[in-house]
Nanobody, 117 residues
Framework: QLQLVESGGGLVQPGDSLRLSCAAS????????VSWFRQVPGKEREGVTC????????EYADSVKGRFTASRDNTNGAAYLQMDSLKPEDTAVYYC??????????WGQGTQVTVSS
């Protein structure tokens, strides 16, 4: 069964860190680009980062550059998003996705991240 499950979200204060995890079951993870998206109610889903399948080259949205770091563990079918120096505007539901960096084929169910004092 193909499944993407995110975890690690929660409520933190501005300046704190969180590490999101994405467990990919049933996938040959090394065949896919791994992306993270986020969405705030009433707004379109926003791409945060995409790590290519071939060379691990990673793109970041300008809003998170220098604060977020994506990584992947193909052997164990997992991907991660380390989020540092969190800001209130980072509050969103975060989604893990597999596909290419120009198109998503599979979505996770999302995990809520809330940054508030």
């Amino acid at each position: 069964q193909l499944q993407l499950v995110e975890s690690g979200g929660g409520l933190v204060q501005p300046g704190d860190s969180l590490r999101l995890s994405c467990a990919a079951s049933g996938f040959a993870l090394d065949s896919y680009a791994v992306s993270w998206f986020r969405q705030v109610p009433g707004k379109e889903r926003e791409g945060v980062t995409c790590m290519s399948s071939s060379d691990g080259d990673t793109e970041y949205a300008d809003s998170v550059k220098g604060r977020f770091t994506a990584s992947r563990d193909n052997t164990n079918g997992a991907a991660y998003l380390q989020m540092d120096s969190l800001k209130p505007e980072d509050t969103a539901v975060y989604y893990c996705a597999l596909g290419t960096c120009t198109g998503v084929r599979y979505w996770g169910q999302g995990t809520q991240v809330t940054v508030s004092s």
